[in-house]
């Protein structure tokens, strides 16, 4: 299975901060990444699809970019509504597999 | 839009089998893909597998030959189940459509205990 490892695990962020979060493939993935925000007791919202294209309806703050083994999802400037755990995907290779999720707090 | 809703018993006695039912509105299940995530108490997310809309099914081999993922036409539903549960198989259950790319539509989940 492809392992993928984001960092930090966990981070505190004020409102209006800019916030990047790295995920690392173990090995290339080509750009076949995915971006997820997850709340508790809510289910998951896709952000990012093949490492750079916005879903429908997510706003313009969020951006992903990279390609082969290394990625990064950016919130320009965070909103109260942000603060989730992000998780990044792979779907290169079957099975798909998740990072181990970031935790995005408020300061 | 789409939109996807799990139903399946909450808990669930060690050895047995875990059902769940992924209801599809707003679509075709005969379209994309669809899959099954899991998210135990605590931990991150895991892929269980998939269906394709051709009813091509795809497994974690982390799970072995415990798991089956199959579909019904007929009622716009696809289905889970999961044999030999043990407690570590405890967690919220997410259907979910896939793309090719990326998953696009996810359901609400439902949590399921694995306990005598």
């Known amino acids: 299975d492809i392992q993928m490892t984001q960092s930090p695990s966990s981070l505190s962020a004020s409102v209006g901060d800019r916030v990047t979060i790295t995920c690392r493939a173990s090995?290339?993935?080509?750009?076949?990444l995915s971006w997820y925000q997850h709340k508790p007791g809510k289910a998951p919202r896709t952000l990012i699809y093949?490492?750079?294209s916005l879903q429908s309806g997510v706003p313009s703050r969020f951006s992903g970019s990279g390609s082969g083994t290394d990625f990064t999802l950016t919130i320009s400037s965070l909103q109260p509504e942000d603060f989730a755990t992000y998780y990044c995907?792979?779907?290169?290779?079957?099975?798909?597999?998740f990072g181990q999720g970031t935790r995005l707090e408020i300061k | 839009q789409v939109q996807l809703q799990e139903s399946g018993p909450g808990l669930v006695n060690p050895s047995e089998t875990l059902s769940l039912t992924c209801t599809v509105s707003?679509?075709?299940?005969?379209?994309?893909?669809w899959t099954w995530v899991r998210q135990p108490p605590g931990k991150g997310l895991e892929s269980l597998g998939y269906?394709?809309?051709?009813?091509?099914?795809n497994y974690n081999p982390s799970l072995k030959s415990r798991v089956t993922i199959s579909m019904d036409t007929s009622k716009n539903q696809f289905s889970l189940r999961l044999s030999s549960v043990t407690a570590a198989d405890t967690a919220v259950y997410y259907c979910?459509?896939?793309?090719?790319?990326?998953?696009?539509?996810w359901g609400q989940g439902t949590l399921v205990t694995v306990s005598s």
């Open positions: 979910a459509r896939g793309q090719q790319t990326h998953i696009d539509y």
């Open positions: 093949v490492a750079s």
């Open positions: 995907q792979q779907s290169y290779s079957h099975p798909a597999t």
């Open positions: 707003g679509g075709s299940i005969t379209n994309s893909y």
């Open positions: 090995q290339s993935i080509g750009n076949y």
């Open positions: 269906i394709s809309y051709s009813g091509s099914a």
